[in-house]
């Protein structure tokens, strides 16, 4: 099956740091989410981003498809972004695959 | 409104015992699954149901069976439960292909 590989595994921010998360995947994909799971363990739906760029607010992500990798850009971070940050892809499959994660942590 | 709810949302038990999860989804969507999130934090695929039908099986035991009566529902019963079942199950539901929408999650114990 597809493998996902994100990176780095964990990330220490100061509040108001900017970060990129990476997530890199080993076959062609017809979707790609992120997400952030807060430290109640909610999962929350960042993008769905199977190519192209978008952005909400404080975060943006941008997926090149051809070159099998996403990035996840967090600007000016806060506490509240903390928790892990789950990239997700699917390849005709019908159901996401998921990385490891990211566990980010933003310190005050 | 909760798009996505699963009940119970804790669940302590002892080993050999059978329990059920239920979810229920209001989005209208036509595919729904259910993820187990191990102590690593690790989230994988279990079961996946398109308008009630089964398409994806992992390699689950056969102690786990999901049933799915319409396809706004999709509940799990699990049988004699282990130690190793312990983990936090997700229901989740999505059009196909499109975004997933997660539950809050059920925590199992099995003791």
């Known amino acids: 099956g597809i493998q996902v590989e994100q990176s780095p595994p964990d990330l220490i921010l100061q509040e108001g740091a900017n970060s990129t998360l990476r997530c890199n995947f080993s076959d062609s994909v017809n979707n790609l989410q992120w997400f952030h799971q807060n430290p109640w363990g909610q999962l929350i739906n960042l993008f769905y981003?199977?190519?192209g760029t978008k952005q909400n607010g404080r975060l943006s992500a941008t997926t090149v498809a051809t070159e099998r990798y996403s990035l996840l850009y967090i600007s000016s971070s806060q506490t509240t972004d903390s928790g892990v940050y789950f990239c997700?892809?699917?390849?005709?499959?019908?159901?996401?695959?998921f990385g490891s994660g990211t566990r980010l942590q933003v310190q005050p | 409104d909760t798009a996505v709810s699963q009940t119970p949302k804790y669940l302590v038990t002892q080993m050999g015992n059978d329990k059920s999860i239920k979810c229920e989804q209001n989005l209208g969507h036509d595919t729904m699954y259910w993820y187990k999130q191990d102590s690593k934090k690790f989230l994988k695929i279990m079961f996946s149901y398109n308008n009630k039908e089964l398409i994806i099986n992992e390699t689950v035991p056969n102690r786990f069976s999901p049933k799915s009566p319409d396809k706004a529902h999709l509940n799990l019963h699990i049988n004699s439960l282990e130690l190793g079942d312990s983990a936090v199950y997700f229901c989740a539901s999505s059009t196909s292909p499109g975004e997933l929408f997660f539950g809050e999650g059920s925590r199992l114990t099995v003791l």
């Open positions: 981003i199977p190519s």
């Open positions: 997700a892809v699917e390849s005709g499959r019908r159901a996401l695959t």
